[in-house]
């Protein structure tokens, strides 16, 4: 799919968006493990920061398989944009 400037303009600002979502989804969750402390800080129990720097430190490829499945997911919403934003081209 070859774009003019207008419609990678387009489609960058709609994956942008759907960046944005994800990040405010995953830190609400993240935070609602957390406990905030009298001074605003916030504390993550150890059990959190334990699975997710070992989640970090794997390569896709090495994760478990419902940890790709949560993955791909996030992948699919993506592809669900690309789709819609190539037929709304392709209407034009």
């Known amino acids: 799919m070859i774009l003019n400037d207008d419609a990678k303009q ?3 600002e709609a994956i942008a968006g759907h960046t944005h979502r994800i990040w405010t989804k995953w830190l609400k969750y993240m ?4 406990v905030f402390q009298e001074d605003g800080s ?3 129990p150890q059990e959190y920061t334990d699975r997710w720097t070992k989640q970090m430190q794997t390569k896709y490829k090495g994760l478990p398989e419902d940890e790709k499945k949560s993955d791909r997911r996030i992948a699919d919403q ?14 034009n």
């Open 10 to 12: 387009l489609l960058r």
């Open 42 to 44: 916030w504390k993550l």
């Open 78 to 91: 993506y592809l669900t944009i690309f789709w819609l934003f190539q037929q709304r081209n392709n209407d």
């Open 31 to 34: 935070f609602s493990k957390g």
